[in-house]
């Protein structure tokens, strides 16, 4: 809400956001340290699939729509990392953005329509601030389709078996072991966000 989309005023509403809006700064530590925890847990969540062999039939379908949902992250993760508009923010931005100019013969125009203009300036920032507010949306649609493919052929186990006899139900088993982890999850999070918010930051950003 007090984020300014402008390459002149971007860093200091997020200061104003810091110093001046209430609760400001737990909502924007949250925020950061919540982008970087969720990245842990989607890696964790990939690595432990590819030891499974999930990926291979019949669960190809979701592996590939995880493939989609990890791509889309990314993007919005980048597209979030460039709004506080710091040196990093700009550089990343300038840099990401320039690896399209490396497509044949229209390479340059569409880094042109990406900047929406001749540099990276207040009209990126608009466009990748809207971005960033649409693509939690599509990835919340796209995550409800991956569960759903889920359903369909059944989870992997470290067994590799894929009979659907003697299958432990989700409750309670499954459901307290999660809780457990959300739990443990929840404390290490926090104790980031409230003592060391900046661990996965990058100070040059303040520049």
Request: one cysteine or more.
């Amino acid at each position: 809400m007090s984020y300014i989309a402008d390459s002149d005023l971007a860093f200091l509403s997020v200061e104003h956001i810091m110093r001046d809006v209430n609760s400001g700064w737990l909502i924007r530590y949250s925020h950061a340290t919540g982008a970087s925890f969720f990245f842990i847990c989607v890696y964790i969540h990939l690595f432990r699939n590819l030891y499974y062999n999930s990926y291979i039939y019949p669960r190809q379908f979701v592996w590939i729509l995880g493939m989609i949902i990890f791509i889309l992250m990314i993007l919005t993760a980048f597209l979030g990392y460039v709004l506080p508009w710091g040196q990093m923010s700009f550089w990343a931005a300038t840099v990401i953005t320039s690896l399209f100019s490396a497509i044949p013969f229209i390479g340059e125009n569409v880094v042109i329509w990406l900047w929406g203009g001749y540099a990276v300036e207040s009209a990126t920032l608009t466009r990748f601030y809207s971005l960033h507010f649409l693509c939690p949306f599509i990835l919340i649609f796209l995550v409800f389709i991956h569960i759903l493919l889920l359903h369909i052929w059944g989870s992997s186990n470290p067994m590799g078996l894929y009979s659907n006899i003697d299958k432990l139900p989700f409750g309670p088993y499954f459901v307290i072991k999660d809780f457990f982890s959300l739990l443990f999850f929840i404390l290490f999070y926090f104790i980031m966000v409230f003592f060391l918010p900046y661990f996965l930051c990058h100070s040059d950003n303040y520049i």
